[in-house]
């Protein structure tokens, strides 16, 4: 049973407008939330993260959205360049031994010059 | 900045062979995590260690195990390789406590 879900493979948006990916928990002991950014053979990197006691995060042009409520996480890309065109993974995580990450499927965001 | 290697960028291997996959990292992390990424699935933990010989089942350990002898260096080994291990696979380091993991280049690994 996937604990984090992005429901969405594919996004495509036009160059400067807002892209918003989407993400979706069950486990209520997670309380820390990642967003990492893949290109094509390589790995994946961080790009920002939010606390549960937070319910915004903002670098640059990254926001990060979180309503513990719903259990339900986005991420907003203002304005949106093509060289943001990658895969975007969700990551949640809880306290344990190593903190280890649980991600989703993944979301293939495609921005259009 | 936190450097993660893993070995090979690419590997073919024949149905039954025993496969090492090795990652380093240069940045004294106690954490290493190995992860496959599929189609669909995103990434999945296959096995994580916290320490120096330890080691810990992550989702999908079955088909594969793991070695950590020292503290820079986790290898994935899978025992006796199956087509349904072709994959892409990811190693990752992070510091004790810390949630934001860093990850290697990757190795897409077929098994044939």
């Known amino acids: 049973d996937q604990q984090v879900k992005q429901n969405s493979p594919s996004l495509s948006v036009q160059e400067g407008r807002i892209s918003i990916l989407n993400c979706d928990y069950t486990?209520?002991?997670?309380?820390?939330f990642l967003w990492y950014k893949k290109y094509p053979a390589e790995g994946p990197t961080f790009l920002i993260s939010?606390?549960?006691?937070?319910d915004k995060n903002e670098d640059g042009r990254f926001t990060v959205f979180l309503n513990k409520s719903a259990k339900h996480l986005s991420l907003h890309i203002v304005p949106s360049q093509p060289g943001d065109s990658a895969v975007y993974f969700c990551?949640?995580?809880?306290?344990?031994?190593?903190?280890?990450?649980?991600f989703g499927s993944g979301t293939q965001l495609t921005v259009l010059p | 900045d936190v450097k993660v290697t893993q070995s090979s960028r690419y590997l073919v291997k024949r149905t039954g062979e025993k496969v090492f996959l090795e990652c380093v990292q240069d940045?004294?992390?106690?954490?290493m995590f190995w992860y496959r990424q599929d189609p669909g699935l995103g990434l999945r933990l296959i096995y994580f260690?916290?320490?120096?010989?330890?080691?810990e089942k992550g989702d999908i350990p079955e088909g594969y195990s793991v070695s950590r002898e020292k503290k820079e260096r986790f290898s994935l080994i899978l025992e006796s390789a199956s087509t349904n291990q072709t994959s892409m696979y990811l190693c990752?380091?992070?510091?004790?406590?810390?949630?934001?993991?860093?990850f290697g280049q990757g190795t897409r690994l077929t098994v044939v």
């Open positions: 260690s916290y320490d120096v010989k330890m080691k």
């Open positions: 990752a380091s992070s510091l004790p406590g810390r949630y934001r993991a860093f």
């Open positions: 939010i606390s549960s006691i937070k």
């Open positions: 990551a949640a995580s809880a306290s344990g031994s190593a903190r280890q990450l649980t």
């Open positions: 940045m004294d992390h106690e954490n």
């Open positions: 486990n209520s002991m997670f309380d820390y």
